[in-house]
């Protein structure tokens, strides 16, 4: 004979544990708003409470090993908070709160099948304050494979598991030998050690356990959110991917999908359009959403990206091009090269708009920050090269907007995008090249927007408006099947989408089909248990927040491996696929944080994420702080200093260094503070081969008393020159000093910042 344990062997509940079912009845009271507010404030704890004292007076009073649900409902009549009408009512509620939240633990039912298919005598066992009409109910929500099974529970014997009583009485009854009988359970009490006792062969079958970062104690909400966690990682192998996207994934961004949908629902918006690629598994949470609820909403994938939209939208002026620099990942230009492809540009082409010392030869050579902005700001003066830009991005513009009219319904404005993360400058930017024609209003909804975005032609509608630590990894919850969007074609009449492929390849290799069906699964059994329950209009913005916490500042050691080695492409704008946040080694660590500062970090660090890196390793966080702290001591500042000293002859003790190049020729230098100074010393000495100086600076009067050789500004209109360095620490008055200059009639090539 073979027997089975019920609830956690064969069922389970949508709730992280059987309190979790008094949680939601108290949920479910209060919304009657007929019963004693006594009860409905405090029905989880006085239902717990109520059982503990049925089962001592049974014990004690009348010697019973186990009660019924009309005992505990009488314990709880003793706070006269409830009638007997309201008695039996409640014991009504329970009973069907019970069948709307089972879920069947499937493995376990097809092993019970395939006993009965080989003509197995089965038999099902249970201590249970519910009778065995009730539980078959509830087993019959699942499967009818157990409408005819033979049932024994404990509260219509008064005999438990636990105590052996119930196996003894199954064993009478069914006339079956304990040698001969296997049982199977999840607990290690009841149904192991019990049924052990008494010779009965038992297989431990354990339940899936919560978590460490699941805080299913904090409301009914947490409760079906980590008891519908916990049910889809019982469903498969135990895997990172698996984790991540039922328990982490999934709880962080249904919440977002539910709520998007519901504003929908309010706004009257029917057709809703994913931009790739974060919204591919957005969209299918919410068809899941909408199949069961919102039949009316349509949901629609569209191709694009910041690489096909921003540039296309760039419409020539000052103020585009510092926003375009600004959100370009400036950081990731390493050569000329790099800065080409933030334009979209050949190496040829942007090298015809470059100053003077820059050839065409230089696509590959690095370029330090200093030479970076000061390229950058000479091609933002730079009118015909901002012109440049917008013909370079005209044949892409034009298959942009017959991309967006042949995808987009724009009949009314019952429509909007939806994305996942950023500052917006993408959709803005998107709305630039839709007003060529349509005026109407154009809706966003984000998860969580970086910045307040003036509107405009624009409406952002945001679901998390706090800081969230790290929340550039969201796009790593949201990766899509296929590559970035690199452009659009004409196919057949039609205009398709050219996707990136090699990434699409990388990621559709790393576990991400287990990963995506896991956020698949927790989405229908959370939509399950919410329509079962009338639970649909109840949406959690917090655990958003708590998960990302466990992603990005704490997460568990399995949980950070998987995000480390996820395949990405940096920036957005790269051909190169990289490794999100692989290990760092000590040989990278010194060089970045004790030879350079922590400047340059890319040049060293191939992964994308060198602040995740360090985040989940201590050991790496201990061995930056270990080379920090070296560097500041004596000898670490001297031999770091002699090292510079030989790679770029700056003498030691000097704090601010120019490039060699630019000190070549003739020169002014503008500014005498201590940058000022330490250039005009470093001009002065034989690598610098400078031919003549002009040191200027607006307090040339009081300066001259200082016996510094300091001239007016004004002195620079009649002076012959290569170029100008701007020598001053701060940035905003580096800016005014540039914009005189200009104003003066200074060509934007000769200036450059020190």
């Known amino acids: 004979m073979y027997s089975f344990d019920i609830f956690d062997t064969l069922i389970t509940r949508c709730t992280a544990s059987p309190k979790g079912i008094f949680m939601l009845m108290q949920e479910k009271i209060r919304q009657t708003g007929v019963y004693d507010s006594y009860l409905f404030e405090n029905f989880c704890a006085l239902r717990t409470g109520a059982e503990e004292l049925a089962r001592i007076h049974a014990a004690k009073s009348h010697g019973k090993q186990e009660i019924t649900l009309d005992d505990i409902y009488r314990a709880l009549a003793t706070t006269a908070c409830i009638t007997d009408r309201q008695q039996e009512q409640l014991k009504e509620l329970e009973v069907n709160t019970e069948c709307s939240s089972v879920f069947g633990i499937q493995k376990n039912i097809a092993l019970l099948k395939d006993l009965r298919n080989r003509h197995e005598k089965v038999v099902l066992i249970s201590d249970m304050y519910l009778g065995e009409k009730n539980i078959r109910s509830i087993l019959c929500q699942v499967d009818p494979v157990f409408a005819d099974l033979p049932l024994y529970v404990s509260s219509d014997y008064g005999k438990t598991k636990g105590s052996g009583g119930l196996y003894k009485l199954v064993q009478s009854i069914e006339n079956a030998d304990f040698s001969d009988w296997v049982h199977y359970g999840d607990n290690e009490k009841a149904d192991i050690q019990s049924a052990l006792k008494l010779g009965i062969k038992a297989i431990h079958l354990p339940p899936e356990e919560v978590k460490e970062y699941e805080q299913p104690q904090k409301d009914i909400y947490h409760q079906i959110s980590v008891g519908v966690s916990r049910y889809v990682r019982g469903l498969g192998e135990e895997s990172a991917a698996c984790e991540t996207g039922c328990s982490l994934a999934g709880p962080l961004l249904y919440p977002y999908v539910r709520w998007m949908l519901n504003e929908s629902a309010k706004r009257g918006i029917n057709r809703l359009y994913f931009v790739a690629r974060d919204g591919w598994i957005l969209k299918r949470i919410a068809d899941r959403i909408i199949r069961s609820e919102m039949p009316g909403i349509q949901t629609h994938y569209i191709y694009g990206s910041r690489k096909v939209w921003r540039l296309p939208a760039y419409e020539g002026s000052v103020e585009d091009f510092d926003r375009l620099l600004k959100w370009s990942n400036l950081d990731e230009v390493l050569c000329v090269r790099d800065l080409a492809e933030v334009f979209q540009l050949s190496v040829e082409e942007l090298c015809s708009f470059l100053p003077k010392g820059y050839g065409k030869n230089i696509g590959e050579q690095q370029l330090s920050v200093f030479q970076r902005d000061n390229i950058c700001r000479q091609l933002r003066e730079d009118e015909a090269f901002r012109n440049y830009i917008i013909e370079s991005q005209m044949e892409k513009r034009k298959l942009v907007i017959r991309y967006l009219q042949q995808e987009i319904d724009f009949s009314d404005d019952r429509y909007a995008f939806v994305e996942l993360s950023g500052t917006g400058l993408t959709q803005k930017c998107l709305a630039q090249i839709i007003k060529n024609f349509y005026t109407g209003e154009i809706k966003n909804f984000y998860f969580k927007l970086d910045s307040i975005q003036e509107e405009g032609q624009c409406r952002f509608i945001n679901f998390y408006p706090s800081n969230m630590k790290r929340s550039y990894m969201l796009e790593l919850l949201c990766r899509a099947p296929h590559g970035q969007t690199e452009g659009y074609r004409e196919e057949a009449g039609k205009i398709v989408p050219v996707l990136e492929q090699e990434e699409g390849r990388r990621i559709q290799e790393y576990h991400m089909e287990e990963y995506q069906n896991a956020v698949t ?128 002859h700056q003498k030691p003790g000097t704090d601010y260094f120019c490039p060699w190049e630019l000190l070549k020729g003739n020169i002014v230098i503008y500014g005498a503070g201590r940058v000022g100074q330490a250039y005009v010393k470093q001009a002065g000495q034989r690598y610098a081969q400078c031919q003549s100086l002009l040191w200027v600076d607006s307090s040339y009067d009081r300066l001259q008393g200082s016996r510094m050789d300091v001239k007016s500004p004004e002195e620079v209109r009649n002076h012959s020159f290569d170029r100008i360095l701007i020598a001053v620490h701060n940035d905003k008055a580096r800016l005014e000093i540039w914009d005189r200059l200009r104003e003066m009639g200074v060509e934007a090539g000769k200036i450059y910042y020190g």
């Open 521 to 648: 699964a927790y989405t229908e059994h959370m939509q399950y248990a919410f329509i079962r329950n009338d639970l649909q209009n109840a949406v959690k913005m917090d655990i958003a927040g708590e998960y990302m916490e466990v992603i990005a500042v704490n997460p568990p050691e399995r949980v950070a491996e998987y995000f480390r080695h996820m395949p990405f492409s940096s920036g957005g704008r790269k051909k190169c696929v990289v490794e999100f946040a692989p290990c760092i080694t000590k040989k990278q660590l010194r060089k970045i944080y004790f030879w350079h500062r922590g400047e340059n970090f890319r040049e060293i660090y191939r992964g994308n994420s060198l602040d995740y890196a360090l985040a989940i390793s201590d050991r790496s966080e201990k061995y930056k702080e270990k080379c920090q702290k070296f560097r500041d001591m004596k000898a670490g500042r001297w031999l770091a200093e002699w090292s510079r000293y030989l790679r770029t």
